[in-house]
């Protein structure tokens, strides 16, 4: 009976997805979904990839937690369009909750949007929200055996970003570790490492995003 | 239909939860419930505080993962008991997992069993396991937001365990505002500040749960 709902849940999940996939094609907007612990750095690198494209990519954001709107007014002072989501209690976002924050945006306008998930490495996994590019982030002081601990995660996502570089002294965090585990549970995935404090590895990741973008923009 | 089946669900665990707390009681066994954001350092924090008690309690360690054994290898060394549950893909543990782990054990033997929950800081705090003593851990590397943002965590807590605190200095972290926050949603939890890198705050810790478990063990 529970396995019967969840798949249901999962199911109409996905469909809507597809609808904010098709949604996101007709109207040539290149969306991110962004996944982490809580405390990985997800709003700082949300911040530091607007910085990177905003000059070139109408940017907006969406922002998920379970309560309060700390993240949406991070990015608000940047003066991105952000719309903030509360589940209430859920512990990641849905497709549906998607669909029903687009409302506020119009898509015609947009370029990009960068959704940024609840943390957590356990459920936003399961949940598609309709977006070209699954984004896990792992920060260094969570520890180098998340991968083992949190399989779906990694082996869900397009890209790994290891953030909070600039600690990896004061640890002993195997960043070869990582990507041995990383990439034996998902080959085709893209590994950056990156330091949000120092700029370390930036470059890499937006030279790689904006090359992305322009090729789902030449695509359309 | 979904909203039932949830309620179901949680009234199930909470009804096992009871006949957990019976078992418990009726054996003089001690049980705390840690919770925390994946790598806010648990398994270091369960580490230290078995060397504090160890000499004094019987212990035991049931272990909470989506997936692997690395936990409970950890533990395994010290010699101490111990059960790995894994998850499957549940993103919290159930009463009714404990109630199958206790099996493991001659509770008549044990003095106190520590529950190292799946890592995750929303749904954890909606399954009550049987536990006496409910403990949030909040790393400083995750920022001093997580209070806000997950307000039912530390609402249901008994104890806050503010961990990693040779991080402070190197962090913006704000640990008058996290204890105002937390204090605000929970007027009766306890805060402790510890380091297992530098072992600070940890007596502080190690003597109050003491105390507790020699208050529990005379009310027997």
Known sequence: ???????????????????????????????????????????TFVLATLQGIGQVYRVAVIEGDVASK????????????????????????????????????????????IIENVGNLVCPAEFPLGEHCRVAILSVPEGDDKPEKYPLMFHQSNVLVVSKVDLLELSNFDLEKVKQNVTALNPEIKIFTVSCQ???????????????????????
């Open 70 to 113: 700390v993240d949406a007014e991070r990015i608000k002072k940047t003066g991105t369009p952000v719309v903030q989501i509360n589940t209430g209690g859920a512990c990641h976002l849905e497709s549906r909750m998607i669909q029903k924050a687009l409302s506020h945006f119009d898509l015609g306008e947009l370029d990009v949007i």
């Open 1 to 43: 009976m529970e396995i019967q709902i969840e798949q249901e849940i999962l199911a109409r999940n996905k469909k809507i997805a597809l609808e904010n996939a098709r949604l996101f094609k007709g109207n040539g907007v290149f969306v991110l979904n962004l996944m982490a612990s809580p405390g990985a750095g997800k709003t």
């Open 198 to 220: 120092t700029g370390q590895g930036l470059n890499n990741w937006l030279d790689w995003l904006k090359d992305k973008i322009a090729r789902f923009k030449k695509a359309q």
